[in-house]
């Protein structure tokens, strides 16, 4: 032992690790795939349509199949998507619902 590498304590796992480990775990983890109903890979900005109606909850609107929606945004969450839709203001669709275009 020796280096002088500075440890960090994992909660995770509860051990203590090597700092380059535990950045390098943390960057890997923020790659979250988010993937449409047929496997596509989504990504920010893609546009999407939707593949059933879906009532809205609170906005008292039913967005209807084939419905497209442009520029999307990933949360960090594999199912989750931020979108935009007018009239409808922090909209967010399940990927399982949706296609990419």
Same mark, same amino acid.
């Given at each position: 032992m020796g280096e002088d590498e500075d440890y960090v304590f994992d909660e995770a796992s509860g051990e203590w690790l090597p700092a380059s480990q535990v950045a390098a775990s943390m960057a890997a983890g923020d790659a979250v795939e988010v993937r449409d109903a047929v &496997?596509?890979?989504?990504? %920010? &900005? %893609?546009?999407? !349509?939707l593949i059933k109606d879906l009532t809205v909850k609170g906005a008292g609107q039913t967005l209807k199949r &084939? !419905?497209? #929606?442009?520029? #999307?945004?990933l949360t960090g969450d594999p199912q989750e998507i931020d979108c935009r839709y007018e009239g409808i203001k922090g909209l967010v669709l399940r990927a399982e619902f949706v296609k990419k275009r």
């Open positions: &496997g596509n890979l989504l990504a %920010d &900005g %893609d546009q999407v !349509t &084939g !419905t497209l #929606i442009k520029s #999307i945004r």
